[in-house]
């Protein structure tokens, strides 16, 4: 099974007019590998200046939506709406979404079983904190988190997963990549054992926390590791080596 490599910039909150048409120019003109997939999620009230403005074989991705398709939610963001914009992507269960925003994993399953029905393709974030790796709960809690979303979906062909362990988000420590290897294999395992085999080998698992230049071409060598979610270096030139970090 050929899984497609696939590279995402979480711009975060980040950004501004100026500076957001200066990084697409440089991605537009940026010597991209054809085989990966790339997508770039500004901040929502930029996502129609970059759908707009980027090159059309990079899709854009909301950052978050809501599990409703409209009324009185005031600050929420439908997936209905994203679609409208032409948006094709959504991130969900960001760790930041669940820690300051006390995002549950119930919430986050609806919210990605609402995304996929509405259309939109979904990068579901799953992730252990520091103090839940060194109580060795990793799979314990990547698998709670899995299963909130299994609950709510059947069809996982719109859903890439990205492992993105809590303590290396915005940290610098990066996983090794054994330690990134091990825990997409035991996603990929636990896929099959709950969804199916099909679905655990045609599912992409991405890893995120801290990847960069200087990282990226050792852990995508890794077997289960079939993209990346990245933050703060998707906002640096350094993001279209990251993009070829396959190649
Ligand atoms: C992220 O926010 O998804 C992320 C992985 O951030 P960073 O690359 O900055 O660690």
């Given amino acids: 099974m050929t899984r497609k490599f696939i590279v995402g910039g979480?711009?975060?909150?980040?950004?501004?007019v100026s500076s957001l048409n200066t990084l697409i120019e440089g991605l537009n003109q940026g010597d991209l590998d054809s085989n990966v997939e790339i997508v770039v999620s500004p901040p929502f009230v930029y996502l129609d200046q970059v759908r707009k403005s980027v090159r059309k074989d990079i899709a854009v991705a909301g950052q978050n939506c809501?599990?409703?398709?409209?009324?009185?939610?005031?600050?929420?963001v439908a997936p209905e709406m994203l679609k409208d914009l032409g948006i094709e992507w959504v991130i969900l269960g960001h760790s930041e979404r669940r820690e300051i925003f006390k995002?549950?994993?119930?919430?986050?399953?609806?919210?990605?079983?609402?995304?996929?029905?509405?259309?939109?393709?979904?990068?579901a974030c799953v992730g252990?904190?520091?103090?839940?790796?060194?109580a060795n709960k990793t799979t314990e809690v990547v698998f709670r988190q899995l299963a909130a979303?299994?609950?709510?979906?059947?069809?996982?062909?719109?859903?890439?997963?990205?492992y993105e362990p809590v303590w290396a988000i915005g940290?610098?420590?990066?996983?090794?990549?054994?330690?990134?290897?091990?825990?997409?294999?035991?996603?990929?395992?636990?896929?099959?054992?709950?969804?199916?085999?099909?679905?655990?080998?045609?599912?992409?698992?991405?890893y995120g926390g801290s990847v960069n230049a200087g990282n990226a071409s050792t852990l995508a060598k890794e077997e289960d590791v079939d993209g990346?979610?990245?933050g703060g270096a998707s906002?640096?030139?350094?993001?279209?080596?990251?993009?070829?970090?396959?190649a």
């Fill in 128 to 134: 252990e904190s520091l103090e839940e790796r060194e």
């Fill in 149 to 162: 979303i299994a609950k709510q979906i059947n069809d996982w062909s719109d859903v890439v997963v990205a």
């Fill in 10 to 16: 979480n711009f975060k909150m980040n950004g501004s």
């Fill in 103 to 123: 995002e549950s994993d119930d919430e986050i399953g609806a919210k990605v079983a609402h995304a996929l029905k509405t259309g939109l393709k979904v990068m």
């Fill in 66 to 76: 809501y599990h409703k398709t409209s009324g009185a939610y005031t600050g929420e």
């Fill in 171 to 206: 940290t610098g420590k990066v996983a090794t990549p054994d330690q990134a290897q091990e825990v997409h294999k035991a996603i990929r395992e636990w896929l099959s054992t709950n969804v199916s085999a099909e679905t655990a080998a045609a599912t992409r698992i991405m």
């Fill in 235 to 246: 906002l640096k030139p350094e993001f279209v080596t990251i993009c070829n970090a396959k």
């Fill in 228 to 230: 990346f979610l990245v």
